[in-house]
Nanobody, 111 residues
Framework: QVQLVESGGGLVQPGGSLRLSCAAS????????MSWHRQAPGKERELVAT???????NYVDSVKGRFTISRDNAKNTGYLQMNSLKPEDTAVYYC?????WGQGTQVTVSP
């Protein structure tokens, strides 16, 4: 059973940057690609960014130009580079690949 473990969350000021990592225990990204999702308090989980097994990326409009999804197949690790962070980006961020989800990492954007 492949597992995903996110890291890199934390507290950052508006305008700051964070890079989230998603470490997989097996070579799952080359099969399913991967995605990042987030869930803010009181809101539904939303899809933030995806990268296909072929490397094609897609983003929700609210993060376009600020977030970048990538992956390193050799390291079985995916990333979400988040720049120009806003308070509305505050959420628990989850990575997923196929049927497998990570446990989430908290991102808080606050002065």
């Amino acid at each position: 059973q492949v597992q995903l473990v996110e890291s890199g969350g934390g507290l950052v000021q508006p305008g700051g940057s964070l890079r989230l990592s998603c470490a997989a225990s097996g070579s799952i990204f080359s099969i399913y690609g991967m995605s990042w999702h987030r869930q803010a308090p009181g809101k539904e989980r939303e899809l933030v960014a995806t990268i296909t097994s072929g490397g094609r990326t897609n983003y929700v409009d609210s993060v376009k130009g600020r977030f970048t999804i990538s992956r390193d197949n050799a390291k079985n690790t995916g990333y979400l580079q988040m720049n120009s962070l806003k308070p509305e980006d505050t959420a628990v961020y989850y990575c997923a690949s196929g049927p497998v989800w990570g446990q989430g990492t908290q991102v808080t954007v606050s002065p």
